[in-house]
């Protein structure tokens, strides 16, 4: 067994001692005993050895919802790790520790559904190297401002789902200047919006926006997606780039935008569950890659137009609303596979 495990396995039974309840017991194979001393194969250990043998990257806590305790400071040893994840423990309302800062060779870092509190510590932002971020979920964490996360610029991916970022009134201008976001999902934080004053400088590096239930009104948002998302003008359904715009369980008013029409490379939109008016536009019929559109439970009315009949890579569609005319009987065209 290499050194380097050896260490991690003294740091891990450190992190022992702050475990309270073990509702699993998975703690009773960690120990120094000689059949236990490989802390990789300890249960709820994963674990992922570099390929020189002599560093640990990757440290997964698991089954889920097994351990509650609390949050140790050891982890501030394993100065090696690329992965961290620790969703959906129990962290008995701790606040997420800032030492993870400085743990700054991650590149994943995932404390998902795990009972934290408080505000998300600014020390994150150390973490230059990091690609994924996952802090959904919890059920109190909440940030003043979102300017930390303005220094993640190898970050892809990022969901604070469920986190109260009501004050964060600049989450558009730093998740716009990502340069290579792609991902961005934050549903249920509360958030505000104000119509930016330009898009320059902005990336379009994003290819899926998640933003449901947060009580948006000004459908000007829809200008912030048509400049800030990866769009290809031609669609090859090769190369497609699958973007995805989710702002369901809002309250965005007026119409939808015609401007939708140009987006080629779309594969699934969800407006549902707004106040949008006005009538469905033709240019969706534009949209070959659309595979998903869901359009319900808003105040549309008029007809459906015809130009979904012949949109054959479209098997969702759900356009139920109370006046839009042949909204539940709009299947007799025969394009899609399946309907709802």
């Avoid at 991690?8 to 059949?35: A, F, H, P, V």
């Avoid at 959906?88 to 009972?115: C, D, E, M, V, W």
């Avoid at 004053?197 to 998640?210: A, E, G």
């Avoid at 948006?216 to 090769?238: L, R, V």
Wanted: glycine share 6%.
């Amino acid at each position: 067994m290499s050194s380097a495990v050896s260490t991690k396995r003294d740091i891990l039974l450190r992190l022992e001692e702050i475990i309270y309840i073990d509702n699993c017991g998975i703690l009773s194979s960690w120990g120094r005993d000689e059949d236990t001393l490989d802390c990789c194969n300890w249960d709820g250990v994963s674990c992922n050895i570099m390929s020189s043998g002599s560093t640990l990257a990757a440290l997964t806590i698991i089954p889920r919802f097994c351990l509650e305790g609390g949050s140790s400071p050891y982890l501030f040893e394993l100065s090696h790790l690329e992965s961290l994840d620790l969703s959906f423990n129990h962290f008995q309302g701790q606040t997420i520790p800032s030492f993870l800062g400085y743990l700054t060779n991650l590149r994943h870092l995932k404390l998902s559904n795990a009972a934290f509190v408080g505000e998300i510590p600014s020390q994150l932002g150390n973490l230059s190297n990091l690609i994924s971020l996952d802090l959904s979920y919890n059920s109190g964490i909440y940030a003043e401002n979102l300017s930390w996360v303005s220094r993640l610029t190898s970050l892809t991916e990022i969901d604070l789902s469920g986190s109260d970022l009501s004050k964060a009134a600049d989450w558009v201008e730093i998740v716009s200047k990502l340069p290579v976001l792609r991902v961005l999902t934050l549903d249920d934080c509360k958030l505000s919006w104000t119509k930016p004053s330009s898009f320059f400088n902005y990336s379009n590096s994003l290819h899926i926006i998640k933003l449901s239930g947060n009580g948006f009104s000004d459908s000007s948002i829809f200008q912030w997606f048509f400049n800030t998302c990866n769009i290809s003008e031609n669609h090859n359904p090769s190369t497609s780039l699958n973007v995805q715009l989710d702002l369901s369980n809002n309250h965005l008013q007026g119409s939808i935008p015609s401007e939708f029409g140009n987006l080629h490379s779309v594969s699934c939109l969800n407006l549902s569950n707004n106040q949008l008016e006005g009538f469905i536009p033709k240019e969706f019929g534009y949209m070959k890659a659309l595979s998903h559109l869901d359009l319900s439970s808003n105040l549309l009315k008029g007809g459906v137009p015809s130009a979904f009949a012949t949109m054959d890579s479209l098997p969702y569609l759900h356009l139920s609303n109370r006046d839009v005319i042949g909204a539940e009987q709009w299947w007799i065209y025969p394009a899609p596979a399946s309907t709802k």
